[in-house]
Every structure is written in structure tokens, then in C-alpha cells.
């Protein structure tokens, strides 16, 4: 068994390789590095330097395959509202370009990186999937028309999918693999930390009991892992839920993250505090039973481990 993951050498798409091989599952990529970084892709993985919208290279990293996994993507929510375009072009019209490619080639299995960022800032106290969708950005907006595209090829086609709305994806589950994103918690406050800089928290009078925002942060390695059982439930004909929220039910502060970020640095610093930054809600935490049923989701790392991890893997020099 072979299966295709796109965004392969990304933060994310690395775990994914490396979950699947642990499994068992023999692994392409297709990644344009855009974001990606080569030397995450594991030596003796076949790879396949290209963007999704070439419909001849995609056709050619499927030679072989019995399904894919799609994480190639243009993740930063904020950036979209800048570049809606762009966004569209690399998260819907690339979409289009795989399923089109799949289509040609009769592959039927597909499990696709959706987001938390469908919801907007939700007014459920905790997120399920019967919450309804209300994205904010051009990011969020085009993880949805993702979902929308699989539902309507499968109906059409052949098609087997899910869609898996991550929350916050942080840690690492391999010391040479890390999270670049310059827009993400966890990698600022290791890069702050690294430069001897302090970290700042933006906004500390949210309805939130120490007043900083609250969000449900999920171990990147737990998350591979829900991506394996996925992909074993589709290829084995099981029916799969059209979407899963892997959250772990647990929200954790800005300012908790901050007090592990101590903890696990032996770093004793005091995080700066500013205005909270347009647009962000004070509370997203998701429920993620459903993907517990099925995929035997578990998220099992503690705040502290988390950010050990992600610690420990961070390029300090
Ligand atoms: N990191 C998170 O917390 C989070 C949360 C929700 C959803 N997601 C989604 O998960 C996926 C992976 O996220 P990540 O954190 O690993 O991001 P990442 O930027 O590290 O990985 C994305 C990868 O896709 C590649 N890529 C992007 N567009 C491409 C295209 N059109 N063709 C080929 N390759 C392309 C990039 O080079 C990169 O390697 C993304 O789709 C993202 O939207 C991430």
C-alpha cells in the first residue's frame, strides 16, 4: 500500500510520512517547498518537487498510489486577508488540479487537511462538528470550499474522503522536523526565547479566567497517527464521517503556554503584555469525540510536553 501526501515536507506532512512509514505504509510527496523544507522529507521517500496546479507532475507522484493524503496549502489566516488570490489559487484551484488528477487516475481514497479556521470564532462554548461553519478569512474560507469540492466529486465520483479539522497543531514528535511558521504561538515564543528575547501576550482583558485567550492545542505526533487510521478506515471501505474535529476538549491560555514555556526552558522570563489583536477570539476548544470513535484520536501530551518538544526540536543556533 502506497499513499501520496502533498505538503509532504511540511511541518505537519512530515509527521504524516513518518506516522504512515511507522505503520507500515509505503510514502510519496509531492510538495513545491513553497513553505516546505527539503531535508524533512525522510531519505528514501520518493519525492517529487512540484506545485499541485502542474496536473503532469501530480498525475506522475500518483503512479502507483492507493490514496492521499492533501496537506499542501497556504496556511496563514492573517496573510489571506492580504492575499485572497493567492490563497484561493494554492488551497482551492490546486485542489481542484489533485482531484481532477485523481479522477484521471482512479484514485479513490482522500483524506484532507481542513482547519479550525471554518468556524470563525464560534459561539459554542465547545466546538463540534454540528457547529456551523463561519469562516473569517480567505483561509478559512477555502479549507471549507475544500470540504464542499470532496463532498461534491463524491457524489459524482467514486470518491472515498474525510476531512480533518485540525485546532492548533503544535510539538514535534521527531527532534528534526519543527513548526517554521513565523505566525504561530509556539514557534515565536522559541524563536523570542532563543534570541534572549521575551515573548509578548496580546490581550489580557478576554472573558477567559486569567483574561488571555484560550485555545485547544493538539501534539502534531497524536495527529499523524488519526491520519494512518484514516486512511486505513477508507482504504479498508469503511464509511468515514465527511469531517472530524481533532481537539482534545481542553483549552489552555496564552498565559499557561507561557508559564510551561518557562517551566520546560528553565528560561525565568515575564511575557510583555499588549492589545489583543483584531479578530482574535477568546475562546475556540473543540470537542473531538467523534474522531475518538472512529480513528481512535487521543491527544496525549500534556501542555508541558508539548512544548518540550517543540522546544527540543527548535533550531537554536
Ligand atoms: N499548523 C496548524 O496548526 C494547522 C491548523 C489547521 C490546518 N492546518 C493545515 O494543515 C496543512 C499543513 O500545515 P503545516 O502546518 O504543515 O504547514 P506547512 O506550511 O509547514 O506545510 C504546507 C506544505 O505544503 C506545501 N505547499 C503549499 N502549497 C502547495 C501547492 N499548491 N503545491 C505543492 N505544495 C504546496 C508547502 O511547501 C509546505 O511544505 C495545511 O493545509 C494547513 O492549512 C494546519
Known amino acids: 500500500m502506497t499513499w501520496l501526501v502533498t505538503g509532504g515536507a511540511g511541518y505537519i506532512g512530515a509527521h504524516v510520512v513518518r506516522a504512515f512509514r511507522n505503520d507500515g505504509i509505503d510514502v510519496v510527496v ?3 517547498l513553497s513553505s516546505g523544507k527539503a531535508e524533512f522529507v525522510p531519505d528514501g521517500v520518493p519525492f517529487v518537487r512540484a506545485n499541485l496546479l502542474d496536473g503532469a507532475a501530480v498525475r506522475e507522484a500518483l503512479e502507483g498510489v492507493d490514496g492521499v493524503v492533501h496537506l499542501a496549502g497556504f496556511k496563514y ?3 489571506s486577508v492580504q492575499r485572497p ?15 481532477e488528477a485523481m479522477a484521471d487516475k482512479e484514485i479513490r481514497n482522500l483524506v484532507f487537511s481542513s482547519s479550525a479556521g471554518v ?14 461553519p463561519d469562516p473569517q478569512s ?13 463532498r461534491d466529486q463524491a457524489a459524482a465520483t467514486e470518491l472515498h474522503h474525510t476531512s480533518l479539522r485540525y485546532f492548533n497543531v503544535v510539538g514535534s514528535g521527531d527532534p528534526t522536523v ?7 504561538l509556539f514557534p515565536i515564543v522559541c524563536d523570542l526565547l532563543t534570541q534572549g528575547k521575551v515573548p509578548q501576550i496580546y490581550g489580557t482583558d478576554h472573558p477567559t479566567p486569567d483574561g488571555t485567550s484560550v485555545k485547544d492545542y493538539v501534539h502534531v505526533a497524536d495527529l499523524a497517527r488519526a491520519h494512518v487510521a484514516a486512511a486505513r478506515a477508507l482504504e479498508s471501505g469503511k464509511t468515514l464521517e465527511p469531517v472530524y474535529n481533532l481537539g482534545s476538549g481542553t483549552g489552555t491560555s496564552v498565559r499557561e503556554i507561557m508559564d510551561a514555556a518557562r517551566r520546560v526552558t528553565g528560561i525565568d522570563f515575564t511575557p510583555t503584555e499588549g492589545p489583543r489583536r483584531p479578530g482574535d477570539p477568546s475562546r475556540v476548544v473543540a470537542n473531538g469525540d467523534l474522531a ?5 484520536w ?7 510536553e508539548m512544548f518540550a518538544t517543540a522546544w527540543e526540536a527548535w533550531p537554536k543556533n
Open 30 to 32: 509531492i510538495d513545491d
Open 77 to 79: 489566516a492573517g496573510v
Open 85 to 99: 488570490l493567492h490563497t484561493y489559487t494554492q488551497n482551492v484551484t490546486a485542489m481542484v488540479s489533485l482531484l
Open 119 to 132: 468556524y470563525g470564532t464560534p459561539k459554542d462554548e465547545v466546538v463540534t462538528e454540528d457547529t456551523a
Open 138 to 150: 480567505p483561509y478559512g474560507e477555502s479549507k471549507l470550499i475544500g470540504e464542499w469540492l470532496l
Open 178 to 184: 519543527y513548526d517554521a511558521s513565523p505566525y504561530n
Open 292 to 296: 475518538t470513535r472512529d480513528l481512535g
Open 298 to 304: 487521543q491527544n496525549t501530551f500534556s501542555v508541558d
